[in-house]
T-cell receptor, first 114, second 114 residues
Framework: DQQVKQNSPSLSVQEGRISILNCDYT??????FLWYKKYPAEGPTFLIS?????DKNEDGRFTVFLNKSAKHLSLHIVPSQPGDSAVYFC?????????????FGSGTQLTVLP | KAGVTQTPRYLIKTRGQQVTLSCSPI?????VSWYQQTPGQGLQFLFE???????NKGNFPGRFSGRQFSNSRSEMNVSTLELGDSALYLC?????????????FGDGTRLSIL
């Protein structure tokens, strides 16, 4: 039972264009959402997060959008750079019960072409 | 500030053996979580320790166990290893384990079972 889903295993984007990575969740108890970036042979690095009381959070080139009614979030990277090429994981957690543990999606491999 | 340190980085074992992995969290962090990552899967939550107590546990068999020491360092043990245990094992720490705080990951231990 995948509570956090990233349906696109891979995405290729031209340098300078926008990258949009998508994530869906099913557990209504989730109220905190994060994106992590992972390079090969390294651990995931925290990128950006959003609380369920907001619908948008921005940090430089990275913006996360949350649509609670659709149980959907997305990460926008503008402009995309070759150094952004990595696996991106969406994750979610909540304040109670089994939702307390951080639940990850299966990841999307982003390739930014020069 | 030193990051999360995991040792060893690589390990090769045979079926039926047991293994112990080590994790030193960021100084001052009291919560340590362990995850298993296999190809095509996201990070699967194993367990979380806080102040030497297991606070949360994922859906893994009893062969997977862990502990935390008074200095917050943590170890994970897997007994009677199976081929399917081959994976990247990641440790993450946070100050309090509050679900609304990002976790910081180590670079993982790559475990291969022959």
């Amino acid at each position: 039972d995948q509570q956090v889903k990233q349906n696109s295993p891979s995405l290729s984007v031209q340098e300078g264009r926008i990258s949009i990575l998508n994530c869906d969740y099913t557990n209504s108890m989730f109220d905190y959402f994060l994106w992590y970036k992972k390079y090969p042979a390294e651990g995931p690095t925290f990128l950006i997060s959003i609380s369920s009381i907001k619908d948008k959070n921005e940090d430089g080139r990275f913006t996360v959008f949350l649509n609670k009614s659709a149980k959907h979030l997305s990460l926008h990277i503008v402009p995309s750079q070759p150094g952004d090429s990595a696996v991106y994981f969406c994750a979610a957690s909540g304040s109670s019960g089994s939702a307390r543990q951080l639940t990850f999606g299966s990841g999307t491999q982003l390739t930014v072409l020069p | 500030k030193a990051g999360v340190t995991q040792t060893p980085r690589y390990l090769i074992k045979t079926r039926g053996q047991q293994v112990t992995l080590s994790c030193s969290p960021i100084s001052g962090h009291r919560s340590v979580s362990w995850y298993q990552q296999t190809p095509g899967q996201g990070l699967q939550f194993l367990f979380e320790y806080f102040s030497e107590t297991q606070r949360n546990k994922g859906n893994f068999p009893g062969r997977f166990s862990g502990r935390q020491f008074s200095n917050s360092r943590s170890e994970m043990n897997v007994s009677t290893l199976e081929l399917g245990d081959s994976a990247l094992y990641l440790c993450a720490s946070s100050a309090t384990g509050n679900p609304n705080q990002p976790q910081h990951f180590g670079d993982g231990t790559r475990l291969s079972i022959l």
